[in-house]
């Protein structure tokens, strides 16, 4: 509900670039960033005579979307044409679903706020994306390097509330799409984007308003910021005693604002027809069953299960599943095996600081979990301590190696043993008066001060604990 | 002793393989007879004069080294829709001046493999939109029976050539009889695939549901050898399909006894043609000395066909010919000042008049609103076509008919008022809206000598069938030997 | 679906526009009498009786024929451009686009 009592109703068409590696009719290669003009042949540029051949696992990922939104999946499927003129459209016709999608209904679950939502999906197709335009002085320059890759294309019913259930959806879509390997959903590659319907209506009325349609959300962040904008400036109007118009509206990111685009034709004639050139796709139910058994835990049961499982806080278990290969990584460090917590405190801390720091992906990394498991028993037996433990995994992250070898090799072994240490106790409160002089003051924290300079001293070796405790032995005795 | 280029494939196969005579011999004549005729028929736009004799002298190399191809050193003729490496494909369009096709349609591929040589691109209504090669953006061909009429279309080059012995045998394509009737029209043997037995990769596409390509040859024995070499499945097209294919060739060997031909009512009418009436029933008759027996079928959607095949192949062209918009090949319109003008002018003068009238009428059944009353309607009536040809196969083996019902008539006779070319098409079109197979073969001559055709259509699969009763006739008659007044002369030193 | 049009009634102007034609007045006024004559022709199918009668899409009864997500080599990109009527930068180029 508005501030001022009405009511938004959100739909978004989302499109969202498979993870095939071929394009969807033709078996050109699907990389992104190569130079232009250089993934192509005859089929994906419309040279006369070419004909379309259906790409089986752009079929089966969109399949196991459906299936993973529980929406029924189509036994007859078909492909049609669509008819309109643009330079990024090679054939004038893209080859889409028009009638009979493979996938029909399902829901998606959102969590707000503590408070969870289902958003009622109407359809799942396919279709081949379009090629790329860029705009010079006079002209227009194209490169069909994307044209043809498949496009899976996901449209909502209007249950989305808000603009945050919006931006909740698309985050938790993505995250099921990255889940099972659908697709790479890579923003800044444009494997995912969303066209948005928004309408308001008065709090006491049941029919929806009337709808403008937004294009140009390039960001999740974009999608939400339009909507807000689009809200406002249409409860304004209305409350004004105005009448939004149905149109579509162009969302500018850097003015903040939604204008209302050049009316080109006032409603597409997409001249809808079968598809000649392609099949249908007839999927009986023992096929799409086999699907169905390919499809990973999904990221709320495999929460669920983690905490279960590995007595683990729900917290740490959300992070650990928010991906799905960090979630790999740590099943399997795990099971080595590992203390639970301690290995998703490992993850949780320096692991995702470090990837995110160097960009990585958990699963390019050669620390491997094996080895983590062996740094953690490293530490738990007091072999090494923390600081080294740090040092250790740095370095493993970026050169791999097993932890053990290191420590025996350099000497890293933790030092215990009070003797040994007692001599650089001595030391550290000769050289440090002031901080003797501050602890005996009632300033406890100096006495970590003077642990740090022991730690300095043994070279970062010896066992904090015990220092504390010979230190506080020597300055309260 | 009769010149190479007037021999039939099978024979040239005979002499190669005896040593009597080379592939480049026989390109050497062929070159010669394209030269003594083809500037009155037209046949030809462009003849690859070096590569085929490059590839013939390949050929006999390949020979002598053991080489076994099906069609090793024997020239072949290809309609101009029909993608070859290396070469324009301009489908008689001056839409697709200065493109060059980067790939081998499959068809030509096999033929390449089997080491046929090319020889040139034929003429034919701009892409393949029309039944008198009329539409040609270039030029019309003329029938060598009579340079002043048509020799149908819209393989009009093809049918020209060999019928003058200018080809020894040529591809061409069939989408509502554009190859059975130029056949019938330049009396030489036209054969028709079932849909989905020759794969449509790299022929420029018509009307996706309805286009195959086809030979038209010399005799029946030269159509069902070519046809092995291109029949087959290919993962390139999706509607191709995956049925074996048989030894056309040891189909022909049979006889007629234990055939059973249908004679649909509805193609024997009351107002057609006496000439071609009597020649076709004279052929009729024939087949049953042979040892076929006679049905009466009925196939009472014939009248409906037109109509049908009229909207259902213009909407799939309206939307096959959008691609050609001057963006990525072809030709373009310059100064425009955006894309929709670049568009509208580039295909406003690429495109001639047929092409501009399907597009039109293609574009409206398809469109909002109309879709149901048209598209959706054509389909179904399509439906009824073909469980007619369903039901009448269950009670024959092949269904005899006359090709067209007329022979060849004047240049210009009927370009004024296109639905009367339209109506022209009633025997072909219905077995392409039911996908089955059909072969023209010469079963007469006008008085004005002009050639008339008998059509045997056969189910679904059934060319052994049309091609045993289409050899059994034509080995019984002399139609296929007679020569045509302006084809090439039979010495090569005339 | 849009509601049923008046059968026979072929807008030739309006159509040439949505197939991106650019036609001159006199190809219109002729268009629009050849095609009405054909328009009308064609118009015979109503007389048909079409109920419970399933359309033919496809000649053949196959399905399912797919490919495996296997890549192949394409076209190089100079054999691309070579057909390419305006080009620059490895694009293909195109008069201005209005959004």
Redesign the interface.
Known sequence: MTKDGYIPSIGLEVHVQLRTRTKMFCACRTDFGQPPNTLVCPVCLGYPGVLPVMNEQAIHLTVLTGLMIGARISEYSKFDRKSYFYPDMPKNYQISQYDQPLCEGGTVTIALDGERKEIRVVRIHLEEDVAKNMHFGTSSGIDFNRAGHPLMEIVTEPDIGSPAEAHEFLVTLKQMLAYAEVSDCNLEEGNIRCDVNCSVRPADQTALGCKAELKNLNTFKGVQAALEYEIDRQTELLSGGGTVRQETRHWDAEAGVTRSMRTKESAHDYRYFPEPDLMPVVLRRELVDGWRKTLPEMPRARRARFAREYGIPEYDAGVLAADKHVADYYERTVRCPANPKAVSNWLMTEMLRLLAEHDKDIRSIPLRPEALAELIKLLEDKTINMTTAKELFAELFNRGGMPGELVAARGLTQVSDTDALERMVMQALEQNPKSVADYRGGKKAALQFLVGQVMRLSKGKANPKVVAGLLTKKLDG | MSRLSSLSVHELLDRLAAGTCTSVAIVEDLLSAIDQCDPTLGAYLSVEREQALADACAADAARADGGRGRLLGIPVGVKD???VRGQP?G?ASRI?E??????D?TAIARLRAEGAVFVGRLNMDEFAMGSSTENSGYRPTRNPWNPACVPGGSSGGSAAAVAADACCIALGTDTGGSIRQPAGFCGCVGLKPT??RVS??????FA???DQIGPLSRDVRDAALLLRVIAGHD?????S??VPVPDYEAALEQSLDGVTLGLPEEYFVAGLNAEIRDAVQAAVNRCRELGAELVNVSLP?TP?A???Y??IAT??A??NL??Y????????V?D??????????T??AG?GDEV??R???G??????????????????????I?RDFERAFGKCDAILTPVAPTAAYRLGEKTE???DM?LSDAFTVPANL??ICGLAVPCGLTGDGLPIALQILGP?FGEPTILRVGHAYEQSTDWHAARPPAAAPENSDS | MKEQAKAGSIDVGYVAHLARLALTDSEIERLQRELSQVVAYVDQLAELDLAGIEPTAHATRVENVFREDEPQPGLSHEQVMANAPVSARGQFLVPKILE
């Open positions: 829709l029909l993608n494909c489908c697709l200065g493109y060059k096709a980067p790939y349609a849909y989905g449509r990769y790299g022929l420029t596409a996706s549901s309805l993962p390139r097209d999706s509607s399909v995956n959607h409906y037109i109509a049908t009229y909207i909407a799939e309206s939307a959008a691609r918009d001057g963006v990525r090949y072809g030709l373009r310059k425009a000042a955006d894309p929709v003008e670049m568009y509208g002018k295909r406003a495109f501009k009238r597009i039109i009428l574009t409206y059944v398809l469109s909002s609103g109309y879709y149901d009353a048209y598209y959706l309607r054509a389909q179904k009536a399509r439906t009824l073909r008022n296109p639905l339209y039911a996908g679904a």
